[in-house]
């Protein structure tokens, strides 16, 4: 992208609200909480007197900060199943509603999966999903709790506020226990207090809308107040700034207090500031009710632009064609699992848009507020949807929260200028939860989705995918299509992907790609391949997920390499450049994430699909994604993280660059190989790749590569190791660095001659005795106790280790452990 452009889209991560702007008497609970993972006997047991030492001082609860989830480390460790069941939050509150006959209120952007509030012993509230927002009315539970003689005395003044949530398993939820994902537990989203005055608003709808030309801007905008008290008006007033801050058109008048949404005024805009990927043009819409003290103003950001999926054909963005450029987020990281704060999620998506994304499906359930604000500011388009993932249909209970679900995500999610879709479901071809899978069932229910989501938002599409039997229901349709993963080989996928094309209105391939295990190379990646026969299709079916039985499948019998993805991921986006009919595709995931239905992965529990791991670290494949679809000059020479490449004397090696620039010239210890140009239907690496010599030992690779008048480097170092090896016969065990308070040491596995087994990929454990903490449970393939070898070796980092009195160890089946004292 050009500095320019990167430039305004920091500007905006600096001065966007991550969510609408509310009143200003509003604050995030984060301090002060403390936890107990399991039921209590009752609410009782939460805020009754303890006396020091008392039996009634149990159970112990443990301080924690919010967001905070039952799962941040069970969810990846392996010997275990992570905990499904109830946890309790407990904190003390001062509350100062400065508003005379005011509102105090509890909003939840998400909490999982069933959750109970209770003020003192009073139960003021309750909500069954996980991803929704929701909100709690303190206020008359309130008023009698201060007019009690705890409050005073064994509260001194502050409000005892307990929180029940429950992730058991329960085959009347969504999402299904057979999802690719965790169901997590906690209050793993924001939680804020909110004071509002007499007279509030509770939400303000701003419909922006444009034609294709871009000539004519209408803002409608209405608006619902909070719990108007019956007759009377309140005075309104709505002011628009355009992008800059300039306000550009206004109106004032009066809102009857009634229940409900009411029109409130209709604005004409000439020629609008444009939204688009590239220049993510935002206009705030500020209503205000009430005067004075008394005054409520809340802000929301909209953006006008014209979307249109053409019927057996592209996506356009106002009036021109775009090619969705796309990614999948779950709500997930490294050592807190759902509970992401908002640093942190502004981190990931930043890393995808310099990565060059301009959509993202947001999978499988509504996500943060901050999530869709940041699309909004980065020029992210996104389709976002329900979590009624696998397992069939359920009963009453179970449609009916669907149905809640929806109408709160769109609601919610109404305003932002990036949602093009909404998702209505995610492999509902897949049973099991019940003894009927009736297919007709499924589809009048999606079909009733689909009407809902229509009347809820003409403007907007549907989608649904894998689910062949309802692809005619919805507006935009994704098949399962995993060529050179699942199914078929990678040079299968445009002939896979036009016959899927064919069958369908609109057409829109969502999730792509293969699992890598973080740094494991491979000299001849493709040789799964040999196995699989060409133009058998690519369509995933049922089983092909499995690592035992059915067909040859690179998911089965490949390598699970860094070099065999970038193959993979080369192939598709050299071919998505050559196909004018597509409207976009999205590789799946961003990011690797943690499931209970993978415990024999690498790194166990883990989905390795991501083109960055747990932690955010970039796999290889993010910079080849970086090369297609980004134009801010960078250049990356493939095998960072592979310390030993291996051959035969003399032998010519692939070395491959993954770069947006017009030339590239290789240098090879300090020798030039030649300049290549780029050329993106030159496979690989968009033909800047070399077959090269290496020299036994250590190697030093250089790229140069120029746009225009401008150059960027990369550069690398390796040994290469001409010595064959035989089966791993012993381990190493080494201390490789130490900074920063952390330790990290690495296992080797030799031959009986020593020779390093750079092929091997035996499962290693690793353990602690002594001073320090194992960093494990992380879910990465630095981060894990247990973990398959990645070209002969794994690493691990622990905390606060003590000359003499720390000791690690390592075993591997079939081998003698080994044991480092530090």
């Known amino acids: 992208m050009r500095n320019s452009a990167f430039k305004l889209f920091l500007l905006f991560l600096l001065l966007a609200a991550a969510t609408a702007a509310r009143s200003q008497q509003t604050q995030r609970l984060t301090a002060g909480w403390e936890f107990v993972r399991q039921d209590l006997g009752g609410v009782w047991e939460a805020v009754r007197p303890v006396g020091a030492g008392n039996p009634e001082s149990v159970p112990l609860w443990t301080p924690v900060t919010l967001p905070h989830c039952f799962n941040a480390r069970d969810a990846v460790d392996p010997d275990v199943n992570y905990y499904q069941g109830p946890g309790w939050y407990r904190t003390r509150l001062r509350i100062r509603n400065p508003y005379p006959g005011g509102r105090t209120l509890l909003h939840f952007e998400g909490a999982g999966q069933k959750t109970e509030v209770y003020l003192h012993t009073t ?29 005073q005395q064994q509260f001194q003044g502050q409000v005892p506020l307990s929180i029940r949530c429950d992730n058991s398993r329960d085959l009347e939820l969504i999402p299904s226990d057979l999802s690719d994902f965790n169901l997590y537990g906690g209050l793993y989203r924001y939680l804020r207090l909110e004071y509002l005055p007499a007279v509030a608003l509770e939400r303000v709808v701003a419909k922006a809308e444009v034609d294709a030309a871009g000539k004519t801007g209408t803002l409608t905008v209405r608006a619902t107040l909070y719990n108007p008290a019956a007759g009377g008006a309140t005075p309104v007033a709505v002011r628009v700034l355009d992008p800059r801050g300039k306000p550009v058109v206004q109106f004032k008048g009066s809102l009857p207090l009634q229940a409900g949404e009411q029109a409130v005024h209709q604005f004409k805009l000439n020629s609008p500031r444009l939204w688009s990927p590239e220049t993510p043009q935002l206009y705030a819409v500020e209503v205000t009710v009430g005067t004075g003290a008394q005054a409520y103003r809340q ?40 509970a992401m704060t908002e640093p942190l999620i502004r981190q990931e998506m930043l890393l995808m848009k310099q990565m060059g994304v301009n959509f993202i499906r947001l999978g499988h359930y ?4 901050i999530v869709l604000s940041l699309c909004d500011s980065l020029g992210i388009l996104v389709w976002e949807e329900i979590p009624w993932c696998r397992g069939g249909l359920g009963g009453p209970v179970y449609q009916a929260q669907a149905r809640r679900m929806l109408r709160n995500m769109i609601a919610q999610h109404y305003n932002h200028p990036a949602v093009i879709i909404w998702g209505l479901g995610n492999e509902n071809d897949w049973p099991g939860d019940f003894p009927e899978f009736d297919k007709q069932k499924i589809r009048a229910f999606m079909t009733e989705l689909n009407d809902l989501a229509h009347q809820l938002d003409p403007a907007r599409y549907t989608a649904i995918r894998r689910c062949d039997f309802c692809k005619d229901i919805v507006d935009v349709y994704s098949p399962s299509i995993w060529a050179g993963w699942y199914r078929g080989i990678y040079t299968d996928y445009k002939d896979a992907s036009r016959r899927e094309f064919e069958g369908v209105k609109r057409f829109l391939h969502v999730e792509w790609g293969g699992d890598s295990h973080a740094g494991r190379h491979s000299e001849n990646p493709d040789n799964a391949l040999a196995h699989i026969g060409r133009g058998q299709g ?36 050299k071919e998505q450049e050559t196909m004018p009919w597509l409207s976009g595709a999205a590789y799946w995931p961003f ?3 943690s499931t209970p239905v993978r415990p024999d992965n690498p790194v166990p529990y883990m989905n390795q ?6 932690d955010f670290t970039p796999k290889e494949s993010y910079y ?6 980004t134009t801010r000059p960078m250049a990356r020479l493939y095998g960072h993280s592979w310390p030993v490449r291996w051959g035969e004397a003399g032998e010519l090696k692939m070395v491959k660059v993954y770069s947006n620039c017009a030339e590239a010239e290789l240098f090879v210890n300090g020798h030039s190989y030649g300049v290549k140009q780029r050329n993106s239907q030159d496979f690989p690496a968009a033909g800047l790749h070399w077959q090269v010599p290496f020299q036994a030992g250590p190697n030093e690779l250089r790229v140069v590569a120029r746009q225009g008048r401008q150059t960027v480097t990369d550069q690398l170092s390796f040994q290469y190791q001409t010595q064959k090896w035989g089966k791993p016969a012993r381990l190493t065990l080494t201390k490789v660095a130490d900074a920063d308070g952390l330790t990290t040491v690495e296992v080797k596995l030799h031959d009986a001659q020593g020779v390093l087994c750079l092929d091997a990929a035996n499962w290693v454990n690793f353990s602690l005795a002594g001073a320090g903490q194992l960093l494990d449970d992380l879910g990465t393939s630095s981060g894990s106790r247990k973990v398959q070898a990645y070209n002969g070796r794994a690493l691990i980092r622990l905390r606060a280790a003590q000359p ?18 530090l």
Do not use: M
Request: aromatic share 10%; net charge negative.
């Open 366 to 369: 509504q996500q943060s507020p």
């Open 538 to 573: 690519a369509d995933e079916r049922a089983g092909d997920a499995s690592l035992v039985g059915g067909a040859a499948r690179v998911s089965k019998d490949g390598d699970w390499s860094e070099s065999y993805l970038c193959n993979l991921v080369d192939w598709h986006l």
């Open 123 to 151: 139960k003021v509230g309750s909500h069954v999903g996980g991803y929704d927002e929701w909100t709690v009315d303190l206020t008359p539970a309130l008023a009698d709790f201060q007019r009690t003689d705890a409050y």
């Open 591 to 593: 990011k690797d994430f």
């Open 804 to 821: 003499g009195k720390t000791a690690v160890a390592v075993q591997s089946p079939g081998l003698e452990p080994v044991l480092l004292t």
């Open 624 to 629: 080849v994604f970086q090369s297609y679809w």
């Open 299 to 338: 802000t929301e950001r909209v953006g006008f632009r014209h979307i249109e999926f053409v019927e057996r054909g592209p996506f356009k963005l106002n009036g021109q064609r775009l090619l969705l450029r796309g990614t999948h987020r779950h709500e997930d990281h490294a050592g807190v699992a759902a």
């Open 609 to 614: 699909k991501g083109v960055v791991e747990r």
